[in-house]
């Protein structure tokens, strides 16, 4: 079974503090690589996402970095805020499919 | 807009009895997913749809089954429900390829005694 693996599980930064998720997958046929942010009872939401041809990708606050030859990447949140409190995913789309395959989430929470 | 409507919000049932969620999309999006949600299990797919007509296995499809009614209707259902099945679920729908957006109802939880 393919696999991505997250960490840390929970996550705790000071306001105005770099939030940092790192995520591994164990099988190089992946060509996609989104990040989902969900807040509590609400269903997930994209945040971002990368393809493997490119290393960086940044969206305001929020950079995905992306280290082909290690199978890492990771999310990077600047200048963190209490608003981005909530759940992180991880996730990796097999090639040639538009399935997911998500890592088991990161709970940030960001002190005021 | 819409987006994906799942229904119910919420389902308590008890073991053996049976349940339908319900999703639908007014995207006219060609793909459809089931997902769960478990503590420190991230989200796991259960069934998919890639197109009207048609429906595949995902990860952990023992115990459900699903129907795409029709292009905006993609129904999970449990026959016998067991305590295990006790879940957050949720839907998600995409345009058809590689690449492409999932965009996700706001969840069925759902509690089996």
């Known amino acids: 079974q393919q696999q991505v693996k997250q960490s840390p599980q929970s996550l705790i930064v000071q306001k105005g503090g770099i939030s940092i998720i790192n995520c591994a997958y164990e099988?190089?046929?992946?060509?996609?690589f989104p990040w989902y942010q969900q807040f509590p009872g609400k269903g997930p939401a994209l945040l971002i996402a990368i393809r493997p041809d490119v290393s960086e990708k940044k969206e305001g606050r929020f950079t995905i970095s992306f280290n082909k030859s290690a199978k890492q990447f990771s999310l990077h949140i600047m200048d963190s805020q209490p608003g981005d409190s909530a759940t992180y995913f991880c996730a990796a789309s097999p090639s040639g499919t538009y399935k997911y395959i998500f890592g088991t989430g990161t709970r940030l929470k960001v002190l005021a | 807009n819409a987006g994906v409507t799942q229904t119910p919000k919420f389902q308590v049932l008890k073991t053996g009895q049976s349940m339908t969620l319900q999703c639908a999309q007014d995207m006219n999006h060609n793909s459809m997913y089931w997902y769960r949600q478990d503590p420190g299990m991230g989200l796991r797919l259960i069934y998919y749809s890639a197109s009207e007509g048609t429906t595949d296995k995902g990860e952990v499809p023992n115990g459900y089954n699903v129907s795409r009614l029709n292009k905006r209707e993609f129904s999970l259902r449990l026959e016998s429900a067991a305590p295990s099945q006790t879940s957050v679920y949720f839907c998600?729908?995409?345009?058809?390829?590689?690449?492409?957006?999932?965009?996700f109802g706001a969840g069925t939880r759902l509690s089996v005694l």
């Open positions: 099988n190089t046929a992946f060509d996609y």
């Open positions: 998600a729908s995409s345009v058809a390829g590689r690449g492409n957006i999932q965009y």
